[in-house]
């Protein structure tokens, strides 16, 4: 696993920065669904300004999270799964050992102590 210092910045900074806020999850959820025009985006928002949904797709593309296509006038946006892949197998994939080790003796010891209460019960 890749280390660095307190301080340095790492190239999924970004991912973490645009994965923080609420609105712009929305958005990659609204993305998931299917490829989306910037106007379909800015509907879906109606307590947000054009602008400020413009800001938030621009944070998401500097994250690498939506690619965007121009047509003429027209933007297509989409969702790119590849920075939460990366997060996924930096930050998930480390730990699923560890946790599979973990809940493997937590349900060892739960058999364990279920067995000495079915014994206990027949001996009575």
């Known amino acids: 696993m890749p280390e660095t210092s307190p301080g340095v910045r ?11 806020d ?13 490829p989306r025009m910037t106007t379909e985006i800015v509907e879906t928002f109606p307590h947000l300004s054009r602008f400020g949904v413009m ?3 621009d944070v998401l ?3 690498q999270l939506v690619d965007t296509r121009e047509s003429g ?8 799964v590849t920075p ?3 997060i996924y197998e930096r930050w998930v994939t ?11 003796r937590i349900k060892e010891k739960v058999e ?12 009575r």
């Open 94 to 104: 480390p730990f699923e050992d560890l946790w599979s080790s973990q809940l493997l």
């Open 73 to 80: 006038r027209q933007r297509l946006n989409s969702l790119n």
């Open 55 to 57: 800001k938030h797709l």
């Open 10 to 20: 790492d190239k999924l900074d970004p991912v973490w920065k645009a994965l923080s």
């Open 112 to 123: 364990g102590e279920e067995e000495k209460r079915a014994a206990s019960r027949r001996r």
């Open 22 to 34: 609420p609105t712009r999850r929305a958005i990659l959820d609204l993305l998931r669904q299917k």
């Open 84 to 86: 939460l892949r990366q």
């Open 61 to 63: 593309r500097e994250a």
